[in-house]
């Protein structure tokens, strides 16, 4: 069983929105610090959004600042990645990880396990 399965991406037009989810099928879910990062074709993987274990932190890509909003729902085990004003350059699969540990993480070899991805395209 995959413990992180994402879903809700899909083709979407330039100023659009899209909620990605992030299913953790784990018990121990609130004691994750939870993220989001992305990769683009020819591109390294680069961070998008972190949370902290209970949602009180959370941190963001300087791009995405003001567009995206990352939120849990540690009771459904579960986190989300709002976007809206959706651009052609946010175009990429996008990856929900977790991490043992407080705080808030950027970087990845700070996450343990990583779900498969779902692909979020934008089109101008």
């Known amino acids: 069983q995959v413990p992180l399965v994402e879903s809700g991406g899909g083709l979407v037009q330039a100023g659009g929105s899209l909620r990605l989810s992030c299913a953790d099928s784990?018990?121990?879910?609130?004691?994750?610090?939870m993220g989001w990062f992305r990769q683009a074709p020819g591109k390294e993987r680069e961070f998008v959004a972190a949370?902290?274990?209970?949602?009180?932190?959370?941190g963001y890509e300087d791009s995405v600042k003001g567009r995206f909003t990352i939120s849990r729902d540690n009771a459904k085990n579960t986190v989300y990645l709002q976007m809206n004003r959706l651009k052609p350059e946010d175009t990429a699969v996008y990856y929900c990880?977790?991490?043992?540990?407080?705080?808030?993480?950027?970087?990845?070899?700070?996450?343990?396990?990583w779900g498969q991805g779902t692909q979020v395209t934008v089109s101008s």
């Open positions: 784990g018990r121990s879910f609130r004691s994750y610090g």
């Open positions: 990880t977790r991490r043992l540990g407080s705080g808030v993480a950027i970087a990845p070899y700070e996450y343990d396990y």
């Open positions: 949370i902290s274990q209970s949602g009180s932190g959370t």
